[in-house]
């Protein structure tokens, strides 16, 4: 894993150590993604420099530096990430093009090589791994610019002056003299929607994120308006392929295709040069990935889970419990609100960009941890969007079947019994109920049920249920709300179903713009490298193919991920409540970052500062303060907050 930065000077006569020097600083803001080594390319005629910060993993030879020059010396590449089919491709290219003089044994030269052979969008094709690269090609005077087809890992660009900027992440361009750090009040709109900024957009104006499984070619002396993303794994089309030609084989056949698919997406992913482990929390996406690597290991792997004092958001104990019965060497760590305190003051630094995941904490915390022990973790990450695990799958489907039927004087009183009730209350209601019918947080559950039942479709509902703001427009000041995906028509249409329409949304914005944006930021910021066979691309493609019914069946989320899983683990491990990586924001905003929180959304400073509606925003905090509405929206507001002191924006 890496960093990587570079920029084209437009009609500017920088000589070499200029451009070198402009590069150099860029990739020192990148040390924490790649601590071992650095290295610049640059050419004065053509005004183009890029940069890399080295996290050696393959090949922790100098053969394995970057930048890195094919053996024509046509193509230069920057790199961030893993092909993990390198090997394979390997020997294709043998097979293909007879002897090959390789340097070292890095996916890095696998890559160049790739390309002088079978040509740029080809070779992307074949790889299989996380990446975002940029490569320079030295005979057509192109840069292409590409990211995996995830979005694993992150890749910014945009035009600021006479200058073309690129990197890994936002406080590499922010070093280069053409900068301007103008905020764009309709991401910031977003940003009160989502709590993330989806992709293509940025904080800032002028600067785009390279949307997943995308390409962009840049000639310096081109049209740059006529530059636009090029998707090479168009994720609706496949799924819309796949939806007429659902498996149809029995549920032992389909069980066992997974299992083969899975094994062999955990062993390419524990090709390493240091050590690796995984990260463990207990439930069914995580003990699958710890259980298939323990069992391809002569050894036993290193696990990690974190845990916390408040009951509703602990995982640990189950995580223990699966450690022990897989025979891993087992490291977990409990989280306490000094943690959260300690961490807090360094999110806008890793982030970059507003981001108010309140999980990003535990994962940082989580990766500071992992680090200690291993370089390489493998995580459970997209077990939920391939498999159908998220709670609002099922509340979504059930939603938009009864929401037909009842008539909208029923929802509308309806609703208001339920928002009625504190979510503190409804919490101590379902705490009397048996064990094995409480439902985590179900507070804030309900009080999200109460604000759906009075929508009409899918998409509405959708828009709900992934919405912090429902309305940020109310809330951001002078803005208007872009046009997004969660505005699409177009892909309810192709996906009737609920739950899979829901998932493809997911997979397009919830996963690649704050899920995998969570996990690369947190564990980067401490050099550690995660990878997750769940989003193996051959993986994603088969969950595409999978009827509906071996997703979920009865009250079975995720249902043929567990048959894989009970071969290697007894059922009642899993047997719980999905409770997800939360954390306890709500008590401890109450509590010991009360003082923290008023300083940053004091009503004074809002009103100076004319982002926020400030009387909405003190509203809400006060409801929070009486128990009377959950943490989200005030997370939201106070994770911009702090990125603004971090920054200085105006």
Request: glycine residues 6%; neutral net charge; aromatic residues 12%.
């Amino acid at each position: 894993m890496c960093g990587i930065s570079g920029f084209i000077q437009y009609n500017t006569n920088l000589n070499r150590i200029s451009l070198e020097n402009i590069i150099g600083k860029m990739i020192q803001t990148l040390i924490h993604r790649g601590p071992d080594d650095e290295g610049v390319w640059a050419d004065e005629k053509l005004g183009i420099a890029l940069g890399h910060r080295r996290l050696s993993i393959i090949d922790l030879s100098e053969q394995g530096r970057q930048p890195m020059i094919s053996a024509t010396g046509r193509y230069v590449i920057v790199f961030n990430g893993e092909i993990y089919n390198f090997r394979s491709l390997k020997k294709e290219l043998e097979f293909s093009a007879g002897a090959v003089d390789w340097q070292g044994h890095s996916d890095t030269e696998v890559m160049l090589a790739a390309f002088e052979t079978w040509g740029f969008e080809k070779s992307l094709e074949r790889f299989n791994g996380m990446f975002a690269f940029a490569l320079w090609d030295r005979q057509d005077k192109i840069l292409y610019l590409a990211r995996d087809r995830f979005g694993k890992k992150p890749l910014y660009y945009g035009w600021m002056g006479k200058s073309f900027l690129f990197g890994s992440e936002l406080k590499a361009l922010i070093c280069h003299p053409d900068f301007e750090n103008k905020i764009n009040r309709g991401a910031l709109t977003l940003y009160a929607r989502f709590g993330y900024i989806p992709s293509p957009y940025s904080i800032f104006e002028g600067i785009e994120k390279l949307p997943q499984a995308s390409f962009l070619a840049i000639k310096p002396n081109g049209d740059r308006n006529k530059v636009a993303p090029v998707c090479y794994w168009p994720l609706p089309d496949i799924a819309g392929e796949y939806a007429t030609e659902k498996f149809k084989l029995s549920d032992d056949v389909l069980t066992e295709n997974l299992e083969t698919l899975l094994l062999d997406a955990v062993k390419i992913r524990m090709e390493s040069d240091v050590p690796l482990g995984a990260f463990l929390s207990g439930g069914i996406d995580s003990s699958t990935v710890a259980a298939l690597m323990q069992a391809q290991s002569a050894k036993k792997i290193k696990t990690f889970s974190i845990g916390f004092h408040e009951d509703a958001y602990n995982e640990a104990d189950f995580a223990k419990k699966v450690a022990m019965h897989l025979g891993t060497e087992h490291t977990e760590l409990y989280v306490t609100s000094s943690h959260a305190l300690s961490v807090i003051p360094k999110i806008p630094e890793y982030y970059d960009e507003p981001f108010s995941d309140p999980s990003q904490i535990p994962t940082y915390l989580i990766s500071e941890m992992t680090k200690k022990y291993v370089t390489v973790a493998l995580s459970g990450d997209g077990g939920d969007e391939l498999f159908a695990g998220y709670n609002r799958y099922f509340w979504g489907e059930k939603l938009c079947n009864q929401l037909k039927i009842l008539p909208i004087s029923l929802r509308t009183k309806l609703s208001k019994v339920l928002l009625f009730i504190r979510p503190s209350y409804w919490d101590k209601l379902f705490a009397l109920l048996p064990v094995k019918n409480n439902i985590a947080l179900i507070g804030q559950k309900i009080h999200k049920l109460g604000n759906i039942l009075l929508l009409n479709d899918r998409v509405e509902i959708y828009r709900r249920l992934i919405s912090m703001w429902d309305k940020p427009e109310d809330i951001v000041l002078n803005s208007s709300e872009p046009e997004t995906l969660i505005w699409s028509k177009g892909i309810s249409e192709r996906f009737p179903e609920p739950i899979e329409y829901m998932q493809i949304m997911d997979m397009l914005i919830y996963l690649p713009d704050d899920i995998l944006v969570k996990v690369d930021r947190a564990s980067m910021a401490v050099s550690l490298e995660i990878r997750a066979p769940l989003l193996d691309y051959r993986v994603a493609e088969f969950s595409l193919k999978l009827p509906l019914n071996v997703k979920i069946r009865g009250d079975k989320c995720k249902w043929l991920l567990r048959k894989v899983l009970c071969k290697y683990i007894p059922e009642q491990f899993i047997e719980r409540p999905k409770m997800g990586f939360g954390v306890p924001i709500d008590i401890w905003l109450c509590g010991p970052l009360r003082d923290w929180a008023e300083s940053l959304i004091n009503e004074k400073r809002l009103k100076q500062e004319g982002h926020f509606n400030a009387d909405a925003i003190r509203q809400r905090w006060q409801m929070h303060l009486n128990g009377m509405h959950s943490h989200n929206q005030i997370w939201n507001i106070l994770m911009f907050q702090a990125w603004l002191d971090k920054y200085k924006v105006a």
